[in-house]
């Protein structure tokens, strides 16, 4: 069986944790480094805010790379790979805050993503997420397109409240694609999602992407009509 999962983090700074940001990462070597710093980068008071990521099991230099911030992440590590959304649920399961956002280990963030996306929800307690739009880039970083994240909806970028996604018994760890819309549809039958239109989200399309898989796709997609019905269909996947 694996062993316990090694947790860094510094236990005096939890009660002070307003956000926490859950990064599920397997085999993201070249990528990682990136998406971590942006997030150091944020223009929310950094002791505010955790780095909370959970590295699925790698096999390449992805644990070397996240040793290399030291303290300013925590870090759990998996001995084996348990898939993405049960990662996540990891990460959630673990956070040390009121509110929550998923960032993926190959994409990155506007500096002023968790501020904004904070502070929107503490002044408007009817909503108990908020999304935000988003822009593709490719792996130079160049601008592809903006997508709206109503119109075309993503995992990341968007902020929940910790108890509302409890609710709902967080990611079906079943979906290892789609996970993301089979949790937004029971979300939504439960509570609300506000969407904001600001591109604060940096989405990064490169070969590597598990959206690439045609294949996978559409079987995932059918086990989403299969659990939802019509709901799913009125979903457009990114």
Request: charged residues 25%; glycine residues 4%.
């Amino acid at each position: 069986a694996p062993r316990t999962p090694h947790v860094r983090f510094r236990p005096e700074e939890a009660l002070n944790m307003k956000v926490t940001v859950i990064v599920a990462v397997h085999n993201a070597e070249f990528h990682i480094g990136r998406a971590v710093r942006s997030l150091l980068d944020q223009s929310m008071p950094r002791n505010e805010f955790e780095i909370l990521v959970v590295n699925d099991g790698s096999t390449d230099n992805t644990a070397r790379v996240l040793e290399s911030f030291g303290s300013w992440i925590r870090v759990i590590n998996l001995d084996q790979q348990i898939g993405l959304p049960a990662a996540c649920n990891v990460g959630i399961r673990n956070a040390h805050s009121r509110f929550v956002v998923r960032v993926d280990a190959d994409d990155y963030v506007h500096e002023d993503l968790l501020r904004i996306e904070y502070l929107f929800l503490t002044m408007n307690s009817r909503y108990d997420a908020v999304c935000c739009d988003y822009t593709v880039v490719n792996d130079r970083e160049e601008v592809v397109q903006r997508l709206d994240s109503e119109e075309h909806p993503i995992a990341c970028g968007v902020m929940f409240r910790l108890d509302s996604l409890v609710s709902i018994g967080l990611y079906d760890e079943q979906f290892l694609l789609h996970e993301d819309l089979d949790l937004r549809i029971r979300f939504l039958q439960k509570h609300s999602i506000k969407h904001i239109e600001l591109p604060l989200y940096r989405y990064r399309r490169h070969a590597q992407n598990m959206t690439n898989n045609k294949e996978k796709q559409s079987y995932y997609f059918e086990l989403l009509e299969k659990k939802h019905g019509e709901l799913a269909r009125c979903m457009t996947p990114q």
